[in-house]
């Protein structure tokens, strides 16, 4: 069973900062991709940025240049720096892993239980 463990969020202000982690565990050898979704009050979930194991990068236009996505294939943990934040950044970020080979064998995709970001002054 494949688990991943998001934690990072916070209360910050427009202009700051914060780093999210998500860490996967569960006898795994290998993930595939893995990335930073977002769900605000009243809206759908969102793809916020997502990274392969040999590190190509996707971001949300509306992230571009303001957050990085980033992982350490070692300890199966993903980040997300994020700067400049702005209140519509607050939403709650979901982690997700997607083609995970582990000793039980191939599961096809994972979500964290979510962390809340909230940008206010």
């Known amino acids: 069973q494949v688990q991943l463990v998001e934690s990072g969020g916070g209360l910050v202000q427009p202009g700051g900062s914060l780093r999210l982690s998500c860490a996967a565990s569960?006898?795994?050898?290998?993930?595939?991709?893995m990335g930073w979704y977002r769900q605000a009050p009243g809206k759908e979930r969102e793809l916020v940025a997502a990274?392969?194991?040999?590190?190509?990068?996707n971001y949300a236009d509306s992230v571009k240049g303001r957050f990085t996505i980033s992982r350490d294939n070692a300890k199966n943990t993903v980040y997300l720096q994020m700067n400049s934040l702005k209140p519509e950044d607050t939403a709650v970020y979901y982690c997700?892993?997607?083609?995970?080979?582990?000793?039980?064998?191939?599961?096809?995709?994972?979500w964290g239980q979510g962390t809340q970001v909230t940008v206010s002054s």
């Open positions: 997700n892993a997607d083609g995970i080979l582990t000793a039980s064998g191939f599961v096809i995709g994972s």
């Open positions: 569960g006898s795994i050898f290998s993930i595939n991709a």
């Open positions: 990274i392969t194991r040999g590190g190509s990068t």
